[in-house]
């Protein structure tokens, strides 16, 4: 079993950073790949970012390349979402996932544990 709990969302202009957090417990952190996604108002769940095991493979959505930065720190358990350069568009709540093995997935159907969700608002 998995426990997430995501923090760092909040209210930010267009154009400014927010660094999400997401703490892990349970299982051995580094025995699994874990991804961030977002679901906006009236919208199905979306892939955001993904990151393996150890950190060496990072995937991100098309939508976000280049603006987001997915990393992990398995000394503190805990996962991130630097997010820069921010849009309007990008305004959802934002889940961490666990997946139940070392690799990187994009799907959600390839996640097992999610955490609760945190809102990201971004103003014009």
């Known amino acids: 079993q998995v426990q997430l709990v995501a923090s760092g969302g909040g209210l930010v202009q267009a154009g400014g950073s927010l660094r999400l957090s997401c703490a892990a417990s349970?299982?051995?952190?580094?025995?699994?790949?874990v991804g961030w996604f977002r679901q906006a108002p009236g919208k199905e769940r979306e892939f955001v970012a993904t990151?393996?095991?150890?950190?060496?493979?990072?995937v991100y959505a098309a939508s976000v390349k280049g603006r987001f930065t997915i990393s992990r720190d398995n000394a503190k358990n805990t996962m991130y979402l630097q997010m820069s350069s921010l849009k309007p568009e990008d305004t959802a709540v934002y889940y961490c996932a666990a997946a139940n093995d070392r690799g990187w997935h994009s799907q959600v159907s390839d996640y097992a544990y999610w955490g609760q969700g945190t809102q990201v608002t971004v103003s014009s």
């Open positions: 990151i393996n095991w150890s950190g060496s493979t990072t």
């Open positions: 349970g299982r051995t952190f580094s025995s699994y790949g």
